[in-house]
Each structure stands twice: as C-alpha cells, then as structure tokens.
C-alpha cells in the first residue's frame, strides 16, 4: 500500500477499523468519518471527525485537500420478509447505504487526486444477496443494488483519473451482525451454510479493500468482487 491521505467512512469499528489498521504504516494520513471513535487512536497518522450518515442531509467533516483512496462502509442489516418491511425500513436503508454513499463521495470528488499517473481509488460495499437472491433480504439487497449501480455509472464518468470499486461480502462478524452471531449455535449455522465453513471475518474484506486501493489493482475499475467463502458461486 503506498503513502496518501485516505477518507474512511465508517471507519471505528467492524471492516473499516480493520482497514484503517492495515492501512495506518504506510499512510501518510487517515481520515475516519464516523458516529463515534469507539477504539480508533488519533494520532499523527489517524485523525477522526464525528458524523452520521443515517441522518438525511446531516453535517459532513471537510475532506483533506488531496485524497488518494476514498472508502465507504456504513451500511445495515434489516432481514425481515417483504410483508414486515415498512417504507420506513426501505427509506432508512437507502438512507445509509446509497444516498450516505452519494454524500460521501459528492463530499470527496473534487479532491481525489491520484499519485504521478496513477488514478485515485474508490471502494463500496455491496451484499452478496443483490447478485444472489435470498429470502428476507428484499431491503438490503434493494439499497446495495443501488450502491452497485452508482459504482459502476460512477466508474465509466470518473475514468481515467478515479478508479471506482465494490466488495461484495457475505456475513461477516462485525458489531452490525451481532445478533446474528450472538451464541456459538448461531455461529456454528452460520458457518455451515458456506463452502469454506467459516463466517467472513472483517481482515477478509479489509486486505481486499486494501488490494483495491492499492496499485497492483490499478488496471481495475467498475467490478463487484465477492467475498462470499464461495456462498455465491458454488455448491458442495
């Protein structure tokens, strides 16, 4: 990974405190847009500023002067069948997880800035449930198609200069999936239901952020890449 200023929405705690922390050696500094600092350390390198997404047209922190990777992982969980969901469950996902993204990234375009001929780098996050039907999930999946549509748009409009990109991960074990993994029965399901027998972890997703931030992605743009323990793609 090399030397830059990086924004990181969301970045206190599950995937994004993850990535700030592999990211923290070699950058130059780290930005971490978040409600709170939870067990972020400010610092020379990290410096954190308070914000919330899910409150529509809240106040957003001045973005540095020039930024070389921009990342957005705020996101939610809301797994109900489609007769349970209210509009409001709908608002507030798409809240979060689109219109969140779209601040964000409105917030840090004008100063993306790549190094010599490098393009900068932008990374989303989707949910393996938009490529992959699942019950339950009508919500989420509706707000991170949204997200998947933006990158790609987003990727053909900002080349050649901006590199834009989307994770799309399977559960993982962050705070945001507690309840679902909250006795090591539900773990062990959980675990079961994939390939490789084992429930993401925030490292699986944060090195694969870091691949897309960094150069030796650098001829890749407008992908949705899994990170799904095969869940999407494979049955055994």
Request: net charge neutral; hydrophobic share 45%.
């Amino acid at each position: 990974m090399g030397s830059g200023t990086y924004v990181i929405a969301g970045g206190s705690s599950g995937i994004g405190r993850e990535l700030v922390r592999m990211l923290t050696p070699a950058a130059a500094r780290i930005d971490v847009w978040s409600r709170e600092v939870h067990d972020v350390e400010p610092g020379d390198v990290i410096r954190h500023a308070a914000c919330d997404f899910g409150i529509p047209d809240g106040p957003l922190p001045e973005p540095p002067e020039e930024i070389r990777g921009a990342v957005y992982c705020p996101g939610t969980i809301t797994l109900r069948s489609f007769r349970s969901l209210t509009t409001a469950d709908f608002r507030r996902d798409l809240e979060v997880n689109l219109i969140g993204a779209v601040r964000f990234l409105q917030a840090c375009q004008p100063r993306l800035r790549g190094l010599d001929d490098r393009p900068a780098s932008v990374v989303l996050f989707s949910t393996v449930a938009v490529g992959q039907g699942m019950p339950m999930h009508a919500s989420v999946a509706a707000a991170k198609g949204a997200v998947e549509g933006l990158m790609r748009s987003l990727a053909a409009e900002w080349a050649p200069k901006v590199r834009v990109n989307a994770i799309a991960p399977a559960l993982t074990d962050t705070p945001l999936a507690a309840r679902l993994l909250s006795s090591p029965e539900k773990h062990d399901a959980m675990a079961g239901r994939y390939p490789l027998k084992r429930i993401g972890t925030p490292a699986d997703a944060a090195a694969l952020a870091c691949f897309l931030l960094s150069d030796e992605s650098g001829w890749m743009t407008g992908q949705v890449l899994g990170m799904d323990g095969g869940l999407s793609t494979l049955r055994v």
